[in-house]
Nanobody, 127 residues
Framework: QVQLVESGGGSVQAGGSLRLSCEVS????????LGWFRQAPGKGREGVAY????????YYHDSVKGRFTISRDNPKNMVYLQMNSLKAEDTAVYYC????????????????????WGQGTQVTVSS
């Protein structure tokens, strides 16, 4: 089992920044990739960013490229999402996600079938 605990959400004006953190615990050795998903009001969950734990290679949804940065700190078992130039359409509940033995490509395709989800943290961007 793997546990994911997010923190760092909040309210910010458009153009502002927030940094989300996710603490990973449990059977971490089974996790190859960590990611962030989000769910906006009335919409389905969508993948935002992913990072390979070993290589640090990152992947981003087109809507956040150039604005969001995902990173990981393996000794601390943490993953972060730095969000800059926030827009009203970034308003959503953000979830830290993982799936045993899945690559980042695999996590992107699993979507709602991902095994491990954090409790979510609300990000609200006002225009």
């Amino acid at each position: 089992q793997v546990q994911l605990v997010e923190s760092g959400g909040g309210s910010v004006q458009a153009g502002g920044s927030l940094r989300l953190s996710c603490e990973v615990s449990g059977l971490i050795s089974s996790i190859n990739c960590l990611g962030w998903f989000r769910q906006a009001p009335g919409k389905g969950r969508e993948g935002v960013a992913y990072v390979n734990r070993a290589s640090g290679t990152t992947y981003y949804h087109d809507s956040v490229k150039g604005r969001f940065t995902i990173s990981r700190d393996n000794p601390k078992n943490m993953v972060y999402l730095q969000m800059n130039s926030l827009k009203a359409e970034d308003t959503a509940v953000y979830y830290c996600v993982a799936h045993p033995w899945a690559s980042c490509t695999g996590i992107q395709s699993l979507g709602a079938d991902l095994r491990y989800w954090g409790q979510g943290t609300q990000v609200t961007v006002s225009s």
